[in-house]
Every structure is written in structure tokens, then in C-alpha cells.
């Protein structure tokens, strides 16, 4: 299958039509990971004359400084160098799963033109997480032909009911508000038909600045004054998770600065508060750590592929398994902050897999 690879890739232009160079923007990412101009140099191989030049012609079109040099210290991004930086993370962040969807799309598209005798696709809508990307990933090392679509829960789940996808990849939340939760989605689910591919665990928590400086420490203190929260978009298991919370705490959402702002990821979420943009996001830890935030874990959700009994004959899903119970896939999950490869790969009914659910009377079965 011909693959596609869509980046996202963005600069400055200036009135007199002269734009900054995207790679003085790939440079001071660097510099920001690696500590200094020299050590970006180092790591990536660069000349540092030519980095340092880079850097110079950045700074006469803006007209400010990027990086601050200190003899025996070595560089550090100035306020408008890590700004830079921090909107380079979040374009990142925001935009990728939208690319990776779109660049799936074209693939299948250029398979019906040219790819007679191309072996069945299997159809994954699921919502983002790394755990997924992970397996998707592996999919594609395996030559195994995917149409991929990140989704939110609530349209992954349907996407499965309505014959749209041959597997629905979303979060349920364990303890507490697995009943509501599966109660929730029990409109797309079939009980008796449905089968449930484990991944992983995974723990979600409030995403803050390093030594939370706000003090925010339960989904209470997002009501708080001063307080500047970014969501989830509405329809993710996120954003499921946190109107729980709320509503056991008794917290109006109404008074959430910041609570109809969503983003499409964890990643964005993430990068959003590391960037000052926000004081508290609620996530996976994953990120949170990536961008050297605090995290404060408020709830396990179990990850899972949901499919139809009769599709797990199907070779694509067979080869989801076996990478599924393979051991290098599950030490790559369990490498990911927050995740545990738990029952990966295994099979089980919805009521198997979610006892806490009990059906009301008339409901799903």
C-alpha cells in the first residue's frame, strides 16, 4: 500500500514579504530540548556558525533578540524564542492526528486507482491516544493496509455501529463511573455480538505547571477565581470523564474559565498549559510528563478496540492480535508514562470486560 506522509509545517511573514526560515523555528525547538545552541548543534550535527547565523538573521527581521548568550553558560531562548517554540508544540500537537487522518484517506483513495489485487483494509476509528498511534504504527512496519480515522469516542462507537469501521477504539473509565460510562455509549454498543480487544490502561489527571504554582489539586479548583482551564472537544471520552466529575463534586461548569475551549488531543492539551496558555488541563499523563508538566492522576480508563464477533476472522484483525500480544508491543506501551499493557490483546464480551454495567429494564442487553 503507498503510504502518505502529510507534515505540518508553519512561519512568519513579514509586511515587506520577507518570512523567517523554518528551520531557525526546527532550531530553537532544539535548543529548548537540548539546553543550549551548542548542544542542538551537537545532537543534530549542525555547523554552529551556521546555527548562530540562522539565528542572527531571525533576530535583524524581528527586531528582538531569540536567544540570550552568557559567557561560560552557554544560550538560552529569550520570552519571544520560547513562544515560538511553544506554538510550534501546539500546531504539532493539534494538527497531526487531523494529518494523519487525511493522509489515510488519500491512501485509500489512491488504492482504488491503482491498487487492484491489494489486499483487505482494515477500517480503525478510534480516538487519539498513544497507546493507538503505537499500534497503528506497528500496523504499518507490518505492511498490514489501515484506513485510519481519529475520532472522538462517541463517534468512534458509532462509526462501529453503523458498518463505517471494522474496529472502534475508545476509553471507559474503571471504578466509579464504569456504568455510566458504558451506559453512556450502550446506544452503539452490541452486547451479544460485540467483542472487546483489550490495549492498555491508562491514567488521566490535571495537567499544571511545574510546582503547580495555582495550587489546583481536584476538579473544585477549576471554578476557582483566576484559574484558566483548557477542555477537551465535546464527544471525547476526556470530556465524558470530566462532566462525571463535575457532577459528583457538585461543581457548575459555568463558572470554569475556559471550559468550552477544546482541543482535539492530550498532546494539545498538554502543550496548551505548558505554554502559559492555560493553567490546567485534564489528560493523560503521557504528555504531561513529555512537557515537563506537574500531573496529579484522578482516574484509570481501560483502552480497548470494540469489533464484531464475525470480523476477528478477518486477516487484518488477526494481525492486530498477534501484534497485540506481542512482547515488544507491549514493552513499548508500558514505556509510555501512565500506561500499563493490561490484558493486551485478549478477547471478551462488553459484559466480561465491564461488570460494573448493569442494563435498566428495556435497555441494551
Known amino acids: 500500500m503507498h503510504k502518505v506522509s502529510i507534515q505540518p509545517q508553519w512561519t512568519i511573514r513579514q ?24 548542544a542542538a548543534c551537537q545532537h543534530t550535527g549542525a555547523s554552529y556558525r551556521h546555527a548562530w547565523d540562522l539565528v542572527r538573521q531571525g533576530e535583524q527581521q524581528l527586531g528582538v533578540p531569540l536567544l540570550h548568550m552568557e559567557r561560560g553558560k552557554g544560550s538560552r531562548l529569550t520570552p519571544l524564542g520560547e513562544k515560538l517554540v511553544w506554538a510550534g508544540h501546539r500546531i504539532v500537537a493539534r494538527l497531526s492526528p487531523v494529518l494523519d487522518t487525511l493522509a489515510s484517506e488519500l491512501e485509500v483513495e489512491i488504492e482504488r486507482v491503482i491498487g487492484a489485487g491489494q489486499p ?28 485510519r480515522k481519529y475520532v472522538g469516542s462517541q463517534e468512534a462507537a458509532a462509526s462501529l455501529h453503523d458498518g463505517a469501521c471494522d474496529l472502534a477504539g475508545l476509553p471507559i473509565p474503571l471504578g466509579e463511573f464504569e456504568e455510566r460510562a458504558v451506559a453512556h455509549y450502550a446506544r452503539w454498543f452490541d452486547f451479544r455480538a460485540s467483542r472487546v480487544i483489550h490495549i492498555a490502561t491508562r491514567r488521566q489527571g490535571l495537567m499544571v505547571a511545574p510546582g503547580n504554582p495555582k495550587k489546583i489539586y481536584d476538579v473544585g479548583d477549576l471554578a476557582r477565581a483566576g484559574v484558566r482551564f483548557i477542555n477537551r472537544q465535546r464527544g471525547s471520552g476526556t470530556r ?3 462532566d462525571c466529575l463535575l457532577e459528583r463534586d457538585g461543581v457548575d461548569a459555568s463558572r ?25 488541563g485534564l489528560g493523560v499523563e503521557t504528555p504531561a510528563r513529555h512537557f515537563k508538566l506537574d500531573f496529579l492522576p484522578i482516574a484509570t480508563e481501560c483502552y480497548f478496540l470494540l469489533c464484531h464477533e464475525l470480523s476477528l476472522a478477518k486477516p487484518g484483525i488477526q494481525a492486530t492480535l498477534d501484534i497485540l500480544r506481542s512482547e515488544a508491543f507491549q514493552r513499548a506501551v508500558n514505556s509510555l508514562p501512565g500506561y500499563q499493557a493490561h490484558k493486551c490483546g485478549q478477547i471478551e464480551t462488553l459484559r466480561q470486560a465491564f461488570p460494573a454495567y448493569r442494563p435498566r429494564r428495556g435497555g441494551p442487553r
Open 120 to 147: 483487505a483494509m482494515v477500517r480503525v476509528h478510534a480516538s487519539h491516544g498513544f497507546s493507538i498511534e503505537k499500534l497503528l504504527d506497528a500496523l504499518a512496519q507490518a505492511q498490514v493496509a489501515v484506513e
Open 15 to 38: 509586511p515587506s514579504g520577507h518570512q523567517l526560515s523554518p528551520r531557525l523555528l526546527e532550531l530553537l525547538a532544539q535548543v529548548q530540548e537540548f539546553g543550549s545552541l551548542s
Open 256 to 280: 470554569i474559565a475556559g471550559f468550552e475551549q477544546g482541543e482535539l488531543t492530550h498532546a494539545a492539551v498538554a502543550a496548551y498549559v505548558a505554554s502559559g496558555m492555560a493553567d490546567v
Open 240 to 242: 465524558f470523564l470530566l
